[in-house]
C-alpha cells in the first residue's frame, strides 16, 4: 500500500494555508472616508500622509508615492539621471519589472552573478563589472532577504555610483536595525496584491537627499515641482505616475497591521530554518548576520537531488504538493535568457547570449520556495511542512518507483 499521497496514500493535511489577502473592518472604513470626501486623486491628504508614514516606517526621509514598483523602479533610474548607453549592474535572479525599468530608460542591464547558495547579488564580483558607462547599481532584496548593503553602499560611495535598492518584496526588513530602501540612494517597494503591503497595485521611491526626492518627485506629476519645493523646476519633463487615493487609504489601514505580519512571518522562517537545516537534501539559505529583519515575502532553501535518490525538483515539489504544501520555486531563468530579451526588441546591439552566471543558474534549478501567506500560519501549519519533507525523505524509494 502507498505511504506518499502523490500515489495515494494520506495527505499531512487537507486543510489550506491562510489566503492572502487579509481583511479587516478598517480596510472598509479607510474607503469610505475616501468615498465620502469626494478627493479621490490630486489634491488629497491620503497619499502625501502614506509617503510620510511610510518612509518613516522604513527610515527614510522622503516617499513618492506613484501607481507601480516598476514605476518606483523607472522613477529613480531617471531621478539617477541614468539614459540611454549608460549601464546599471544588477541581479540575473529577479522579476522581469528589475530588468523592463532599466530598458526603459535606454540603459543596458549588466548581471553580476548571485553569491553561492544566497538567491542574492553577489557583491564581491560587482567591482569587477564598473566600466565608465555604469552609472548605478541595482540589488533586488530577494524574498525580504536583503542583499550586502555595506558591501554596495561602500562601492557606490567610492566609485560615485547611485544604489538603487529594488525593495519589492522586502517590505519591513531591516539591515542594521534600520529599514531597507533607506540605504541606498533609492529605495523602490510595489504594493501590488501579492505583496506584504498590499493595495492591488501601487509603489512608492524612496529616498533620502532632498534634490532627488523633488527631481522623483516631478517626474511622477507631470513635471510640476512638490508643494514644498526648495530646488525649483529641476526636472521640467515628467508623466502622471500618481498613486489615487484609494490605494493610499487602504495602505494607510494596512500598514498599522505590517509590524506584528512581518515579525510573525519572520519567527515563522526563522523556525523552518531550524528544522529544515535537520533534513538532508534541504539546504537553508540563512540569513545575513547584520540583517536584523527578513521581510519574508517568502521563505527559500535549496533542493539537493543527490540526497533525494536523485528524484528532480520537480517531482519532490509534486509529492509536497500531494502531501498539502503549496511549495514550488521563485524563477526558473535567469534574466539574461528571457524572451523579451532575445526578441530584438531592444535592438541588435542587447546580446547576452554569452552571458553565464553559474550560481545563478544553479538555484534556478534547484531552488524551493513558500509564498509568504504560508508563513502567515500557525506553528502547527509550519510543523505540516517539516513533517511532509522528512515523509518523502523517508519514502523517496517508493516515490521514485512511480515517478
Not at 487579509?22 to 479607510?30: G, R, W
Not at 489601514?253 to 526563522?270: D, P, Q
Request: charged share 20%; glycine share 10%; proline share 5%.
Amino acid at each position: 500500500m502507498s505511504i506518499l499521497a502523490i500515489n495515494g496514500g494520506e495527505p499531512i493535511r487537507t486543510k489550506a494555508y491562510p489566503s492572502w489577502p487579509t481583511f479587516d473592518p478598517a480596510d472598509i472604513e479607510a474607503f469610505e472616508s475616501i468615498y465620502n470626501s469626494g478627493r479621490w486623486g490630486v489634491g488629497g491628504t491620503k497619499v502625501p500622509e502614506f509617503a510620510k508614514q511610510f518612509a518613516e516606517f522604513q527610515g527614510a526621509n522622503y516617499g513618492v508615492c506613484v501607481n507601480s514598483g516598476t514605476t518606483a523602479l523607472y522613477i529613480a533610474l531617471k531621478a539617477a539621471e541614468v539614459g540611454p548607453g549608460d549601464e546599471v549592474i544588477t541581479t540575473p535572479y529577479t522579476f522581469q519589472a528589475t530588468i523592463v525599468a532599466i530598458l526603459m530608460t535606454h540603459a543596458v542591464p549588466v548581471f553580476v552573478d548571485t553569491a553561492p547558495d544566497s538567491f542574492l547579488l553577489d557583491v564581491s564580483k560587482v567591482e569587477a563589472a564598473i566600466t565608465e558607462k555604469t552609472k548605478a547599481i541595482l540589488p533586488v532584496h530577494i524574498a525580504g532577504y536583503p542583499a550586502d548593503l555595506d558591501g554596495l553602499v561602500d562601492i557606490g560611495n567610492r566609485h560615485n555610483l547611485k544604489i538603487i535598492e529594488d525593495c519589492a518584496q522586502a517590505h519591513g526588513a531591516e539591515w542594521r536595525g534600520r529599514g531597507v530602501g533607506s540605504w541606498g540612494d533609492f529605495g523602490c517597494f510595489s504594493f501590488q496584491s501579492s505583496k506584504n503591503l498590499c493595495a492591488g497595485e501601487g509603489g512608492i521611491v524612496l529616498m533620502n537627499d532632498r534634490e532627488l526626492y523633488e527631481r522623483a518627485w516631478a517626474l511622477h506629476n507631470c513635471g510640476r515641482t512638490p508643494p514644498d519645493a526648495e530646488f525649483g523646476n529641476i526636472e521640467p519633463f515628467g508623466g502622471n505616475f500618481r498613486m489615487t487615493e484609494w490605494q493610499a487609504s487602504l495602505l494607510l489601514s494596512r500598514l498599522t497591521r505590517l509590524e506584528a505580519e512581518t515579525n510573525h512571518r519572520h519567527m515563522n522562517m526563522r523556525w523552518l530554518d531550524g528544522w529544515f537545516g535537520e533534513i538532508p537534501g534541504i539546504k537553508v539559505t540563512p540569513l545575513d548576520p547584520r540583517a536584523t529583519r527578513c521581510g519574508s515575502h517568502g521563505y527559500k532553501a535549496i533542493f539537493d537531488s543527490e540526497e533525494f535518490e536523485d528524484i528532480s525538483r520537480g517531482t519532490f515539489i509534486s509529492a509536497m504538493r500531494a502531501e498539502g504544501i503549496p511549495i514550488g520555486y521563485w524563477y526558473n531563468t535567469p534574466m539574461y535568457r528571457a524572451s523579451f530579451l532575445s526578441s530584438n526588441l531592444f535592438g541588435s546591439d542587447l546580446d547576452f547570449s554569452d552571458v553565464h552566471c553559474p550560481e545563478t543558474e544553479k538555484i534556478c534549478q534547484s531552488g524551493l520556495a513558500f509564498s509568504q501567506n504560508v508563513l502567515m500560519g500557525t506553528e502547527e501549519d509550519m510543523e505540516d511542512i517539516i513533517k511532509a519533507a522528512i515523509k518523502i525523505r523517508r519514502n523517496v524509494r517508493e516515490l521514485k518507483e512511480n515517478s
